[in-house]
């Protein structure tokens, strides 16, 4: 019997096609869309075995005992493309930097796609092939997925669900509840770039210089850390409610304070010049390619060179100490020697960041 | 300083409060979602470590060798509550059943919550009880997630995207591309009922007797498929494009045919009556509850037994057999002796059935 007659179907138009209900019915057009888009891309050994889930080898620690790491994030970014990235490799970076942080290796992802009938194939074909570089980049295959499709009007293009599994060996804690008095505060770079370079591409905003997402996975400058051997008592990326919402999470888990020291902080000046324009506090605006470390304080300036000899933590900087504080309050010591508490996210939000 | 003055917020209002864009932001009141819903309903030892991700113990096999499986799903069913379950229950059973068809035991499930704002608090109590209930009858516990919002009309009220990890011991290889001439073709119960319950109380039909949804965990009788010994191939369950889809999937990956007996494929009467009246044929319909099983024939006899002892297996019935044929057709010989060929699903497609 002719392919025709078993219902051959045409290659997908990348270029001109859309997203429609089949693609997501489980029949010939699903099979379709997997295979000359999503396998094309990602494919692995993993993806490729084609049953409901992947089987993976289990990880091995060269011998040494260890824990598994799970960890999970939708991504409903808008607008999907922004200067610096888009959903694609936003949704590989935010889950291998959710495992990372937990002093994980991450070793593999899981992608399940939820698209908007209508939506161009040529852009998430894009999408697509930025999630198979950051993979490939951050060395963490997709190994299972999966795809529904939702009427017009109830969606938004395309949201994107990871989630990602790492080991943990035996003997390395980390956590937002172990930080103690004294301990350093330390970030890996400038705040406030994603954030911002969505809501300047939202507002449809330009500056003198573009500001672009730090969009990136961690797990090599992560790994870099770990092998100093400093004494790391939590590790953090700065997302959702930025620098402020993370340490004051840590805090409260610690029941400790936090004062931390303005100048110290790095914050470009096209981003703090977009942060007056729009009205937000740097502090409080989501990051996508940095993170934040506790450390024992004997052990910061080892810590910190490490850091600074990695290319994604060359702006590294020390910017505040744990203290004792029984209103697990974040504080900052301003420009001018004055204070303020630098509270959880009040008022404004920024929805849809990630 | 005084709760108030730190920003001390109402309790979530579960009764007649909507979600909003803040219960996403990162703030506080993302924070009290969680803790007053999800982690209320859901929570364990694992969920309460409060960082980005969960540290799970390394999986055992009482010191035989394995390997992980992971698989993920997407749920977008419309409606969200329907006959026989919701989309709460419906998601930890897709997912714990795409891992225990692989042949592992499925260990951790992630979940991820894409909310629309203005989604009413208490059906999303009702989803997150409702997964609870199942995570904890299948026993799987849901141990690390996410939240996000979207604006009103970028959504559709919930859409919920779980991820599993079970354990594979070495040695048990099933999957799609091991089925050989001669297996028998078995099920573990009616076809159609899950996707007939959402097409009828979507088009607002009611029938003589109630049409529910067979949504269940089906580790359970997986185990006790398993510990027969018996030479299975392959697991599966036929949900989107039902039992129709699936074995087109297998007839393709093993390179084979498959020839069912109509009269030995159990389907309910007012399913039948319900496919009739809404155009659709049982074959193609999903299913959230069944399995079918490729076996070994000399195996087929014992596998049936342990199926029937079981209580979600009591209507298991093998249904036709594995044959030689170069186009990999699935082929069904009617009631009246005639033949035909049981296609991937062409024209007719039902969206959002899962």
Redo the contacts between chains.
Sequence with gaps: ?SEAK??YVRPLDLKHGRVD??H?????S??QLISELFAKHLGNEYLG???????????TLEGR????????????V?PLFFPGGDIGCLSVHGTV???A??G?TPL?L?????LEEGFPLADLARIVESMAHAAAEAGVPV?????????R????GV?I?T??????PDGLE????RARPGDAVIISGSMGDHGVAIMSKRENLSFDAPIESDTVALNGLIAAMLATGADLRCL??P????LA?TLN?IAG?SGVGVMLHEKAIPVKPVVSAACEFLGLDPLYV?NEGKLIAICAPADADRLLAAMRAHPLGREASRIGEVIVDD?HFVQLTTAFGGKRIV????GD????IC
């Design positions: 019997m078993r219902g209900l089949t997501g019915s489980g029949g010939r699903m099979v075995q084609g049953n409901d889930g992947a089987v993976l080898p289990a990880p005992a260890g824990r598994l790491v799970m960890s999970t994030d939708c991504h409903v808008s930097n959710d495992v942080v937990m994980a593999y899981a992608a399940g796609f939820v190994v299972t997925g999966d795809t529904k499709v939702v009427e009007g109830k969606g938004d949201f669900t989630t990602g599994v790492g080991i943990l980390l956590g937002g509840a953090r990326d997302t959702r409610g930025g919402a999470e888990q989501a209103h509270d959880w996210l009040a939000q920024l929805p849809r």
